[in-house]
């Protein structure tokens, strides 16, 4: 792209720097359009990961020591040990 300059040394080509409220406008439009998309999109992730979290593992298993020998077994289940 070649501008061509005037006598002052000015650029006379496309007036890229003067403002108009058009092109705030779109330039507003824009940012917002991103900004709703960004959020969007935070919301689906983390629906995402929320949702593919597991409650709880369905293996768990409460486990209490035995007060003979210290060994720990599910709740409610009896030791088979030797020690008195």
């Not at 890229?16 to 359009?33: D, N, Q, R």
């Not at 900004?35 to 409460?62: I, Q």
């Not at 720990?72 to 088979?80: A, D, H, N, Q, R």
Request: glycine letters at 6%; a positive charge.
């Amino acid at each position: 792209m070649t501008l061509a300059t005037t006598a002052n040394n000015s650029y006379s080509g496309a007036m890229i720097t003067t403002l108009s409220i058009g092109k705030i406008l779109v330039v507003l439009f824009v940012v917002a359009i991103a900004f709703f998309l960004m959020r969007s999109a935070s919301k689906a992730s983390d629906k995402r990961r929320s949702s593919a979290a597991p409650k709880g593992n369905p293996r768990t298993v409460e486990l209490a020591a035995c007060p003979r020998c210290g060994t720990f077994l599910p709740k409610g289940s009896w030791c088979t040990c030797d020690r008195k």
